[in-house]
């Protein structure tokens, strides 16, 4: 599934609940900054951190815009989609809870159509049991049993990745083009007649020999750059293999 | 592709370069313990930040056990493959530089047989040239343009994420089994006399109406428990419809 649209992304809303760490809120903004999320809420913050984390620098407009709630109820009434986040794996959960591959891939569908709410819990408890009951599903990040608590900005910076990651992209190619094939056969011949000069290429092998050269340096799929540079680093060997015909 | 194995986890070196925040190498062990990863390099560190991170709670056995050089030349030699994670985009790269989920794929195939590198640079300056020059190949977290730049715990935490993630994982089900067929029929039924008592179902589409009742009910994917529930519910409720049959 390819990643989501611009507008896709405007409509989630980052919930964070009772969270008390102004580096987490700030984490969490910047995270969203830098995945291209905008929508933050906050349901009840500790007024402290929640004033020193809007000061500090970086996601500095998410921030700036945070909706502030009291209750989880009022901060995700607009959403189609309530998704929690939990490090539980076994305790008992009324809801259905999935990994965050699986569960991305609901939220993606479902943002093309209507708001999602994504939660996370306090840094000491995570999501209440009443919290929980607002959530239509839970997803887990896939982390090791025995240490699956992660830290707040870490993990929503996983998720945020998830949502925009793509399945489908293809290798970026260095953007500096191959050398022309007549470079490639410069390079080759110098090298070549190196390696006769040297003895390294003996008369009854000569041409297979040959044949192993020409196959490796084109292997080496060298830059325009590099082809030229191990040229001149080539042609100056050859001139000391042969002093008397340099003369 | 399926994720990492454990044996696969353990060829990975994740590297700190000139890393100056304790919270950040904290963030970085901890990430490592969270996704099953071991050895950490921190090349040149910030004295101070170093011990303040290993005295410090949280992916405490991965600190206890990481390595410190004094060049990244001697922090990788062991490494087959060695990759730089930036969030340059367009400056002058002299190495490939892929997005982090074609990155990957190559990193985990390495892994199958031989250590791998993963260089994070200093939070200010990223890695240098020199660094840069150490490297196979460069990968970028696929980051917004103009908000490129990460917290480097969570890039580190993003990474690790991507080399442990499973496409193909499948949703997890709600563990509790369904209600027998008998009891969704049952709550069907009471369902139907209630709507029948209270005049909702007329005698003439009667027919049609529980027809659509019957599959309502089975689109509700019910559990047992909450099957069992609503019966009750419907039963009191045909209680209070029905007082003269009730007496």
Chains 1, 2 share one sequence.
Not at 140 to 157: D, K
Request: charged share 25%; glycine share 6%; aromatic share 4%.
């Amino acid at each position: 599934m390819a990643s989501v649209s611009t507008a896709e992304q405007q409509r989630l809303r980052v919930v964070l609940v009772d969270v008390r760490n102004p580096l987490n809120i700030g984490a969490t903004a910047r995270a969203m900054s830098n995945f291209g999320f905008t929508h933050l809420r906050v349901v009840n913050p500790y007024e402290v951190a929640y004033r020193e984390a809007r000061s500090a620098m970086g996601g500095a407009s998410v921030l700036q815009e945070a909706e502030e709630f009291k209750t989880l109820a009022e901060a995700v009434s607009d959403c189609h989609l309530v998704v929690g986040t939990t490090g539980a794996r076994k305790r008992e959960l009324d809801q259905p809870l999935e990994r965050l591959e699986q569960s991305a891939k609901k939220i993606r569908t479902q943002l093309a159509g209507g708001r999602v709410a994504l939660i996370f819990g306090s840094e000491k408890f995570g999501l209440s049991k009443e919290d929980l009951t607002y959530c239509h599903s839970l997803l887990r990040i896939p982390t090791l049993e025995g240490h699956a608590s992660m830290n707040l900005g870490q993990s929503v910076a996983v998720c945020l990745y998830e949502l925009v990651r793509d399945a489908k992209v293809k290798a970026m190619k260095r953007v500096a083009p191959g050398p022309p094939v007549g470079a490639i056969d410069r390079l080759t011949d110098l090298l070549i007649q190196n390696l006769r000069t040297c003895g390294y290429i003996k008369p009854l092998t000569a041409t297979s020999m040959e044949h192993k050269v020409r196959r490796m340096i084109r292997r080496l799929d060298l830059s325009a750059h590099d082809a030229e540079l191990l040229t001149g680093m080539l042609r100056q060997m050859s001139w000391k293999l042969r002093p008397d015909d340099a003369e």
